[in-house]
């Protein structure tokens, strides 16, 4: 799985969950149980994983609904 996502906005990433979610992308958070390490301040940043074969849909899927601005660039 590679990285679609980085980002400390929880209403972001349960959009970008749910978008995934509806178009059938399979993915993943992961970092999340770290706020129990940081003390729920929202510090550390979530990541959206994706499976490489699907990572240009996600990213295309993010960027049709107005989100393409928080996708990393790609490499």
């Not at 499976?51 to 996708?71: C, S």
Request: aromatic share 2%; hydrophobic share 50%; proline share 3%.
């Amino acid at each position: 799985m590679e990285e679609l996502i980085r980002t400390n906005d929880i209403v972001m990433i349960s959009f970008v969950e749910a978008l995934l979610r509806d178009a059938g992308i399979e993915h993943m958070v992961v970092d999340q149980n770290m706020s129990v390490m940081e003390g729920s301040l929202g510090v550390l940043p979530r990541r959206v994983l994706v499976l490489a074969e699907e990572m240009a849909d996600a990213r295309q899927l993010l960027t049709d609904a107005g989100v393409g601005g928080e996708l990393p660039e790609e490499r």
